[in-house]
């Protein structure tokens, strides 16, 4: 099965005392729209971003969440969950985010983009939810969704295929990053494999090693 963009997500503005930017505001709540969007290297057009400590910038410009994995959520909490409720920007049909390789590129309409991290969870999900243990609940299902940098602006819409063009041999996987980083830390050496991961997370490595060492 092709997997493909299900929706394309821009953040609206949303003032709450969770959200984590120190003016109160958040981008996390974010909308399906209906036609293509360009996709600059700094993220999609259109989009807001309330923390820009934490998100946005090259190796988090775009963050794909897999709808697959939203209704795993959905019966969990026994609550619909539309396209944009993780916060993501493209929300994937028939991808397997958690499975994608760090490095392995993907063409979406015009666009090329590249796997670089998962999402790391924080309060500010967990308050726009209104589920208080969001966080450890969401480290044990480990399905984080993948965050993407972008080596070719172009347009981004619903429906376009999703074709993962270059897959890196070392096999890292998102979600192997994700659990290393979290509940696994003996996977941590596997993650120094991985060259396209971005340095911060690759120096945290380092550090969490020699530290063990």
Sequence with gaps: MTGRVAAVNLGIVTEAQ????????SGIDKRPVDVPVSLLTEGLAGDFIGERAVHGGPDQAVYAYAEEDAAWWSAELG????????GENL??????????VIGEQWQIGSALLQVTKPRTPCTTFAGFWGVPDLIKRFTVRAAPGAYLRVLRE?????????????????GVTIGEVFRATSLEPELLPRLLEAPDLPEPIREKVRRRLAGRG
């Design 79 to 86: 609550r619909g969950i539309g396209p944009g409720g993780f």
């Design 154 to 170: 172009g347009e981004v819409g619903a429906g376009d295929p999703v074709e993962v063009v270059e897959r890196p041999a070392h």
């Design 18 to 25: 969770w959200a984590g930017d120190a003016s109160g505001r």
């Design 91 to 100: 929300t994937t049909y028939a991808v397997d985010v958690t499975g994608a």
